[in-house]
């Protein structure tokens, strides 16, 4: 049963361009939103969260944006830059308390 | 600016042997965490700690599976009789209060291989 899915494996754009990764949720418990960069062999990193009292939230070039009635969030990049190359994980959870990933998007910025 | 320090960052175990995987979470945080990720799969949780006790764990989290806090600074996975399905990432994560934008801090990982 995968509560959080990350439908694209994989993700391909150019240097400069937009990035959009998708993350869809079934259990509507779920309250607060994350998302997590990792590199390889390292742990994840939080890069931006939303409540869900609102639908968007903006911290420089990362924007996340909660649609609940589709329960759908997406993280836009831009513009996006061969560092931001790594997997991106959505997570969720009810209160604030353990997290539910998804299996995680391969974003490759190519130069 | 403060961390989650784990180690080993690599332990190679028979199977059926004990493992015990160290984490220092930081040090002002209360919500104490155990995830894992098996190669190639998502990142799945295992077990929360607050208080001095266990508040929530997953399915995974068997009899075989035991969290512990010795001291005031470290906290422990153990796991008693290792199977090769064990070989995985583990995060430890720590986190200051549960809230609204309170986001938990992931170690590096350790590197279980069971064999």
């Known amino acids: 049963d995968q509560q959080v899915k990350q439908n694209s494996p994989s993700l391909s754009v150019q240097e400069g361009r937009i990035s959009i990764l998708n993350c869809d949720y079934t259990?509507?418990?779920?309250?607060?939103f994350l998302w997590y960069k990792k590199y390889p062999a390292e742990g994840p990193t939080f890069l931006i969260s939303?409540?869900?009292?609102?639908d968007k939230n903006e911290d420089g070039r990362f924007t996340v944006f909660l649609n609940k009635s589709a329960k759908h969030l997406s993280l836009h990049i831009v513009p996006s830059q061969p560092g931001d190359s790594a997997v991106y994980f959505c997570?969720?959870?009810?209160?604030?308390?353990?997290?539910?990933f998804g299996s995680g998007t391969q974003l490759t910025v190519l130069p | 600016e403060p961390e989650v320090t784990q180690t080993p960052s690599h332990q190679v175990t028979q199977m059926g042997q004990e493992v015990i995987l160290r984490c220092v979470p930081i040090?002002?945080?209360?919500?104490f965490y155990w995830y894992r990720q098996i190669l190639g799969q998502k990142v799945e949780f295992l077990v929360s700690?607050?208080?001095?006790?266990?508040?929530?764990k997953s399915e995974i989290f068997d009899d075989q599976f035991s969290v512990e806090r010795p001291d005031g600074s470290n906290f422990t996975l153990k796991i008693r009789s290792t199977k090769l399905e064990d070989s995985a990432m583990y995060f430890c994560?720590?986190?200051?209060?549960?809230?609204?934008?309170?986001?938990?801090?992931f170690g590096q990982g350790t590197r279980l291989t069971v064999v």
């Open positions: 994560a720590s986190s200051g209060e549960v809230g609204w934008n309170t986001e938990a801090f």
């Open positions: 939303i409540s869900s009292i609102k």
């Open positions: 700690f607050y208080n001095n006790e266990i508040s929530e």
């Open positions: 997570a969720a959870t009810p209160s604030a308390r353990q997290l539910t």
């Open positions: 259990n509507s418990m779920f309250d607060y």
């Open positions: 040090s002002n945080h209360l919500y």
